[in-house]
């Protein structure tokens, strides 16, 4: 399967035994579902069970996305601690959210048990564990949060993972899973109970109205709803001032003992170290993830990888670094996701953003809570994720500030070969922007030294792409739009490519 980058995750040797559809001609849909990761699916999912007519879209091929590139713990316990929660929402709302936890853990746990799809799901405790007297605070608050909502923690004496720390927690009834082979499971059961999957179509524009006239790559699709399911929804909208772009990192790496731990683990760094098992065609691998960064923001992203490798080495007998990859996920500004009706438009566009680290539960939450609300009108949890919720909370000005790196257009499509390859020194396989005549653009050398130019202005809102060297794409610091170097679209909120520039011609 393909994933929106170029390093290979763990997950991607699956391949998919159902078949997408052709785009339809002439249908009406009642919802028209954009996006095809673990919010998307399980969303068509559970509509089209409940009787809706669905069509799944996505702009390349299902699990492209960060599903594609997740590490699939599946935690009762969110990246908000639920002493935040309780502070800026409400005892009884952080309760609410323990309650979905459990409820998004409940659905996966049902839709693999009664459609028997087999993806290495496991229950399995988690332990987070203190490094400094200031973890140890924060873990004090973390616990007692906890127990006070539900989510029951205690205290232990070791720690199952061989990292030195001050105090360890463990949180029982957490679980992990192989995120591709559950996806491609509910495709397939989505497929036979009628759902149309259409891949490479990507939505570019959706006309509001009682029936929405949604404009693809392929042609025009009629719904009387629509889900965008697409991480962060395209186009611009405030969503993308409340929900911050950052990559994140992984290493799968074969230990020399068999001493891979037997549980999920966490620690309290900023940001934090993640660490689960995973076996894969009978071999074991130690999947460790952590050196978040905001997209666009790391000059080297090499450096995140030897980073990471290096902690890995540390405390743990290495044999080798099997696979290495980093993906993509929206840090919300309240701290809470973002699902219902999207901002600025009609009653009948929804959306789901704003997970942070915690999209295989949020993404599951998101099919429960958007169903509901198509189906039967109402959702418990509509309130308080509401989309367009404004809590004003710290941060806020710097969350608007940094969309503010805008840039001048390059207006022509056309420059002189020989006279950037004077302006490039580049090696094989490296790309930089390049100032010429009062432009800036971007240029790859690939490996047999062909070049390729692209305007580096990102067509959401003008802000200049940064090179990501360790997935080869071009990304964007203000809002997380990613392209290839090639200026293929390949994470949204873009809907449209760099344009190309032709190095063929002289001028
Ligand atoms: C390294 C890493 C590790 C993580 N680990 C965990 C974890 O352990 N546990 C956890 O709960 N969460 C984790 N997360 C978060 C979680 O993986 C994500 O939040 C989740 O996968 C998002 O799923 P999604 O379906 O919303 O989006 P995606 O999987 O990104 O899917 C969006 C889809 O929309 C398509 N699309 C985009 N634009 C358009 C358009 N205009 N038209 C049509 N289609 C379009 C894309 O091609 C893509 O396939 C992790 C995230 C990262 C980065």
Redesign the pocket.
């Known amino acids: 399967m393909e994933r929106?980058g170029s390093c290979i995750s763990i997950w991607q040797s699956h391949n998919s035994d159902w078949t997408a559809a052709s785009l339809p001609a002439s249908t009406e849909y009642d919802v028209i579902i954009?996006?095809?990761?673990?919010?998307?699916v399980t969303t068509a999912l559970l509509l089209q069970q409940a009787g809706k007519r669905c069509i799944l879209?996505?702009?390349?091929t299902?699990?492209?996305?960060?599903?594609?590139?997740?590490?699939?713990?599946?935690?009762t316990i969110y990246d908000t601690p639920y002493h935040r929660m309780i502070k800026d929402f409400g005892e009884e709302n952080a309760k609410l959210m323990a309650l979905g936890a459990r409820s998004a853990i409940g659905l996966i746990k049902n839709n693999i048990s009664n459609h028997h799809i087999d993806c290495a799901f496991a229950e399995k405790d988690g332990y987070i564990f203190s490094l400094d007297e200031t973890q140890d605070k924060e873990l004090t608050n973390i616990i007692d949060s906890a127990n006070r909502v539900g989510v029951p923690v205690e205290l232990l004496q070791t720690n199952p993972f061989p990292i030195p720390c001050i105090r360890v927690a463990r949180v029982s009834e957490q679980a992990q899973f192989d995120p591709v082979l559950y996806l491609f499971g509910l495709i397939k059961i989505f497929v036979e109970a009628g759902g149309k999957l259409v891949e490479h179509?990507?939505?570019?524009e959706i006309k509001q109205g009682e029936v929405l006239e949604v404009h693809t790559s392929l042609g025009i699709v009629n719904a009387r709803a629509a889900v965008y399911?697409?991480?962060i929804p395209?186009g611009v909208n405030l969503l993308h001032f409340r929900c911050a772009p950052y990559?994140?990192?992984?290493v799968a790496a074969r230990l020399k003992d068999e001493e891979y731990p037997p549980a999920l683990g966490y620690d309290l760094n900023e940001p934090y170290h993640?660490y689960r098992t995973q076996m894969v065609d009978g071999l074991n691998y130690l999947v460790i993830?952590g050196e978040d960064h905001k997209t666009g923001h790391e000059e080297n992203t090499e450096t995140c990888f030897m980073k990471l490798e290096s902690h890995a080495r540390t405390f743990f007998r290495v044999e080798e670094i099997a696979f290495r990859w980093?993906?993509?996920?929206y840090e919300p500004v309240d701290g809470l996701p973002y699902i219902g009706n999207l901002p600025g438009n009609g009653d009948n566009v929804y959306v789901?953003t704003g997970?942070g680290?915690?999209?295989?539960?949020?993404?599951t939450l998101a099919g429960l809570i958007l169903s509901n609300i198509l189906v039967n009108g109402e959702s418990m949890y509509q309130k308080l994720l509401d989309p367009n919720r404004l809590k004003p909370v710290a941060g806020f000005s710097d969350f608007v500030k940094e969309g503010a790196d805008v840039v001048k257009h390059l207006v022509t499509d056309r420059f002189s070969a020989e006279k950037i390859k004077e302006f490039t020194d580049l090696a094989r396989g490296e790309a930089k922007l390049v100032k010429y005549e009062g432009h800036v653009m971007g240029v790859y050398k690939d490996e047999h030294g062909g070049l390729h130019a692209v305007n580096s202005t990102c067509p959401h809102v003008k802000c200049t792409v940064a090179w990501n060297a360790s997935e080869q794409s071009w990304d964007c610091p203000c809002h997380g739009s990613r392209f290839s170097y090639e200026g293929i679209m390949l994470?949204?909120p873009a809907?449209k490519d760099l344009q190309k520039i032709d190095l063929s011609k002289q001028t």
């Open positions: 929106d954009i996006g095809a990761g673990i919010t998307g879209v996505d702009a390349a299902a699990g492209f996305g960060t599903t594609g590139g997740t590490t699939a713990h599946l935690n179509c990507r939505v570019e399911a697409t991480h395209p990559r994140s990192y992984v993640y993830g980093s993906s993509q996920f789901a997970y680290g915690n999209g295989m539960i949020y993404g994470t949204a809907v």
